[in-house]
């Protein structure tokens, strides 16, 4: 498998894609994307085969890896990038919902899935160019929470990270919450 071992730079490309654009405190992406790759082909067969059970894997992998992180502050809750109501009903599920139960319970913390919403329907951004994947991407998404909810260190999990767009639109949404801290793991990363 072609891991990436971002966990383990705190300078790694994950993380310079938001340089001057958002305060992230840590981000990673497990394994390296390539098209026509073996990755590629598991990300397909979880996101519109119905293998769920690929992201439960992967998770509880990454998580392994993850809990020995000496993290300034610890993370609190798991929040998957959600798909809109219209795509869920289409596909049946969230591709990167096992994903993000494996991490958050190998980490020992809360999945929330209720806390970060999609608002507009939107085309796979698979099929996208660069520009076209951060074409109003910022009104996407917005925030349910409670008091409970402020002061915490969110961890954003969604599937290919490629360039930036939709973890950045949703971090900003989180954004919103009072004392919030961001924080992302992407499955794999375009390479």
């Known amino acids: 498998m072609p891991l990436t071992y971002y966990h383990l730079d705190s300078k790694n490309e994950a993380v310079k894609k938001f340089y ?10 497990f394994l390296y994307f390539n098209k026509k790759g073996m990755v590629q082909e598991l990300i397909h067969n979880l996101k519109y085969k119905g293998h769920q059970e690929i992201g439960t894997v992967l998770g509880n992998w990454y ?13 609190d809750a798991v929040i998957p990038v959600p798909l809109h109501k219209r795509k869920f009903k289409e596909r049946g599920y969230n591709q990167v919902t096992t994903f993000g139960q494996a991490l958050a319970s190998g980490l020992d913390i809360p999945f929330e899935e209720n806390v970060l ?3 507009l329907y939107t085309k796979t951004q698979s099929k996208k160019n ?5 074409e109003n991407i910022g009104s996407i998404f917005d925030v349910t929470f409670e008091e409970i909810h402020h002061n915490k260190h969110f961890l954003i999990v969604d599937d290919v990270f490629t360039t930036g767009a939709t973890i950045e639109a949703c971090a900003r949404a989180l954004l919103k919450i009072p004392g919030a801290k961001i924080s992302m793991i992407c499955m794999a990363m375009a390479h």
């Open 20 to 29: 001057g654009k958002i305060d992230i405190q840590f981000a990673s992406a």
């Open 63 to 75: 998580a392994e890896d993850l809990k020995d992180l000496q993290l300034e502050i610890p993370f």
């Open 117 to 119: 919403i999609r608002k």
């Open 130 to 134: 660069l520009l076209g994947r951060s």
